[in-house]
């Protein structure tokens, strides 16, 4: 896979790929543009190169539809502040009228397409979009590594209809870290599952139990491996159809050689609220009709020891529902434990990401991965198509 710093680009029409998908509120003001700021180095080194920047993304799910509400127009406005130059805003991202537009680009311009998701045929990767995007450029950069796992018009079609294609900054790095902790780790290697559910995440977990020496299982997830095993789990999420699975998957582990951790106790909830009565109990004590909805103090105590050797870490999915302060000590207590161990650090997820920008360690972590689903499915051992079509 070619980067971006291999490729000739001066006066080159160059078709950039990013994941600008960012959250706005109810005046159209961008409240987090962390994923702009991670593609800057890529279009700044485009334009440094004389290239003719065109940049393309999706924002929300208009479902195939021109919908303004999902335009990119306030994001070409916060764009033009972070690289300080000019951006023109397309009226669409293909046909006559774009193609014009860029014709008039010189070196180092910078254009914006509209929203790729306005046509239905991007997300249903057709043969035919994926033709008129790549009409537009001379090269094609993929620094879109959170879309990376789709197989989109913008992602993998466009791609193979552009001869001079290669990997930005942005995607290559994600690529990189992912493989210098899974492919090549610094042992011993620690694998940290969260979040609500085992079926999400199980592909994963399977995938890593061959590659990890130890592994965290906390969250929601946690508590269909805990009735597994005949314990009583309350109220709490539980995936009964999976209980076999769980079950199998505790002894493949210890067949393995797998150390695996399972929280020991619980801040339980007689409801799923902020203000709800809440109390720590064992993991045998959950009270029937309660919930569990965050690892306890000694589960903290018990993953942090589990964590003191490590010297890679992988962590997908909180502990608990930390959205809710009632509930967030367990994730902030197992944040501050990643960020001050001395291990290649990374983070994937929203919720992950989200968790250590919560607790104030952002700086403390190696590499907080911009894309939830593409690095899950890493995890699962399986190739991105938008990263296999630049090969």
């Known amino acids: 896979m070619r980067g971006v710093k291999d490729l000739q680009l001066e006066n080159k029409r160059v078709l950039v790929r990013v994941d600008f998908n960012v959250p706005m509120d109810d005046q159209g003001n961008i409240t ?13 080194y485009i334009r440094e190169q004389k290239g003719r920047l065109i940049i393309c993304s999706h924002r929300g ?17 916060h764009l033009e502040t972070l690289l300080n130059h000019p951006v023109t805003m397309a009226g669409d991202c293909i046909g006559q009228e774009v193609e014009q537009q860029i014709e008039q680009l010189g070196p180092g311009d910078v254009l914006m397409l509209e929203n790729l998701r306005f046509y239905k045929q991007e997300t249903d990767n ?10 537009l450029s001379d090269v094609y950069v993929n620094d879109a590594f959170a879309v990376s796992h789709r197989a989109h018009a913008s992602v993998a079609g466009v791609a193979g209809c552009v001869e001079t294609k290669g990997a930005g900054f942005l995607l290559q790095k994600e690529m990189d870290y992912f493989h210098q902790a899974m492919d090549n780790p610094i042992r011993p290697l620690t694998a940290i599952v969260g979040g609500a559910k085992v079926s999400s995440k199980l592909g994963a977990l399977e995938n890593m ?23 009583s789990i309350g109220d709490s999420l539980v995936e009964s159809d999976l209980l076999n699975t769980a079950r199998d998957f505790l002894d493949k582990a210890e067949k393995q050689g797998v150390k695996l951790f399972l929280p020991v106790d619980f801040v339980v909830a007689d409801s799923f609220s902020g203000e709800a009565v809440t109390k720590n109990v064992t ?45 967030a000590r367990g994730t902030m207590a197992l944040c501050h434990a990643v960020a001050s161990s001395h291990a290649l ?10 968790a250590v920008k919560k607790a ?12 939830g689903g593409a690095f899950l499915r890493l995890m699962e051992g399986k190739t991105l198509p938008g990263v296999e079509v630049l090969k």
């Not at 962390?34 to 279009?43: K, N, Y």
């Not at 799910?61 to 306030?74: S, V, W």
């Open 32 to 44: 987090d543009d962390i994923r702009m700021r991670r593609a800057l180095p890529t279009l700044e």
């Open 345 to 354: 650090s990374i983070t994937g997820g929203g919720d992950s990401n989200a």
């Open 360 to 371: 104030g360690v952002s700086d403390s972590i190696s590499y907080m991965s911009t894309g």
């Open 61 to 77: 799910r208009p479902k195939g539809e021109k919908n303004p509400d999902f335009g990119l127009k306030p994001v070409a406005v």
């Open 283 to 327: 993991y045998r004590e959950i009270p029937d009709n309660w919930l569990a909805l965050d690892i306890g103090p000694a589960t903290s105590a018990y993953f942090q020891e589990a964590l003191a050797d490590a010297r890679t870490i992988v962590w997908n999915g909180p502990m608990g529902a930390f959205e809710m302060d009632s509930f």
């Open 209 to 231: 139990l061959s590659r990890v020496d130890k592994m965290i299982i906390g969250g929601a997830m946690a508590n269909t491996f805990l009735k597994s095993q005949g314990f």
């Open 126 to 135: 057709e043969a035919g979009f994926s033709e008129s995007l790549a009409k």
